[in-house]
């Protein structure tokens, strides 16, 4: 063989080798989250109960006050919540608008919007306790963004945003504490294991419904240790204001039920990519030993006497309002911190989502 013939096969390989690693680095970027879809309650709302006439906002100081330019969003905490960690750790936006937030367009949607509403949760009767969007409604304002995603990016991009983005499902908490046990109606129909299995049935069609319009990668998030907000332990006076137990096994319990809907649902459904994102034992953690995360106060939030308020009883005028509310877990009763938010949201990119990296 002759040298001529020798360089052109060396030639050849090597046109070979860098197809196959183009053709590599190729899939590797189709592996990336373009964009994070938000669905949910407070905890991942950005704001677009303020486009609603209900109590449910925070739209007002001192919520945001942490916030970049120090203005409140709609989210409740004094700055940034999980779901704005977590997009900036996929390498975008730092923070993710809520789709009914007129100061936004499809442009920003196109990497991550909110649908979520404070006050919602899987049951449709949650949401009408404080007349907000109820979850079927959240899921047509997302076919609603599907139409303007394709107007805007055209249908090839569009559609390969919409199987490579990250889908976070954020709820249940309102199901339990402001409507099982709150008022009547489901306690008579449903003992609280039924109603546990009623939620995960709504759960399990709104992820077979999302999966049907395209989503492919999701995470399902599990309940937070619910009894050791600092509303219920103000309430819990027979036992000097301790975590309530009973609402962190019923926690405990339906995180169990969801998981068991993730591993049923990745072996169902075609090219899925489910997962359980868990904050229960990290923010008890938290909670339970705060000085080895930098906190102060886990009992009492930062607004207000930081026992039962939330919302506009949360109101900028308090003087007993924190200083600082890095020393503490919670901002109102019933949410956490910034600070809090992003341990929270980097424990879960560590033990959840990294999957999707």
């Known amino acids: 063989m002759g040298h001529c013939t020798i360089l052109m096969l060396c030639l050849f390989v090597l046109i070979l080798i860098a197809t196959a690693n183009a053709n590599s ?3 590797v970027k189709a592996a990336k989250v373009p964009a994070i879809i938000v669905f949910g309650d407070s905890s991942v709302d950005a704001g677009n109960n303020n486009y609603f006439p ?4 925070s739209n007002f ?3 945001g006050r942490d916030f970049p330019g120090g203005r409140p969003t709609g989210r ?4 940034r919540i999980a779901t704005d960690f977590i997009s900036e750790a996929f390498g975008l936006r730092p923070i993710i608008p809520a789709y009914l937030d007129p100061a936004y367009n499809i442009s920003d949607f196109a990497t991550g919007v909110t649908f979520a509403s ?4 899987y049951d449709n009767v949650t949401a009408d306790v404080l007349g907000v969007i109820p979850l079927w409604k959240e899921l047509e304002y997302y076919k609603d963004y599907q139409k303007k995603l394709r107007t805007h990016l055209g249908d090839e991009k569009a559609n390969q945003t919409i199987a490579n983005a990250l889908y976070m499902i954020s709820m249940g908490t309102n199901d339990f504490l402001e409507n099982y046990y709150t008022l009547p109606q489901r306690r008579s129909q449903y003992k609280i294991d039924e109603y546990q299995q009623f939620l995960v049935e709504i759960a399990k069609k709104f992820i077979i419904n999302l999966h049907n319009l395209g989503a492919r990668k999701i995470s399902l998030g599990g309940l937070p240790p619910m009894g050791c907000m600092p509303l219920e332990r103000a309430q819990n006076l027979l036992n000097e204001n301790e975590c309530t137990e009973t609402y962190n096994i019923v926690a405990m319990s339906f995180n169990e039920k969801l998981k068991g809907l993730v591993m049923k649902l ?3 459904l075609p090219g899925i990519q489910l997962v359980f994102s868990d904050p229960y034992y990290q923010l008890l953690q938290i909670i339970h030993k705060p000085s080895l995360y930098g906190f102060d106060v886990c009992q ?3 607004c207000a006497t930081g026992r039962f308020e939330m919302g506009y009883a949360c109101a900028q005028f308090s003087f007993l309002t924190c200083s600082d509310a890095n020393k503490y877990v919670f901002w109102d009763a019933f949410h956490p911190t910034e600070k809090t938010n992003k341990i929270v949201a980097n424990h879960v990119v560590k033990t959840a989502l990294y999957k999707f990296f």
């Open 54 to 57: 209900t109590v449910a906002r």
């Open 118 to 121: 404070a006050g919602t949760g």
């Open 266 to 268: 990745n072996n169902e």
């Open 300 to 302: 009492q939030a930062c």
């Open 76 to 79: 409740f905490s004094n700055g």
């Open 25 to 27: 680095n190729s899939n």
């Open 61 to 63: 100081e001192p919520y």
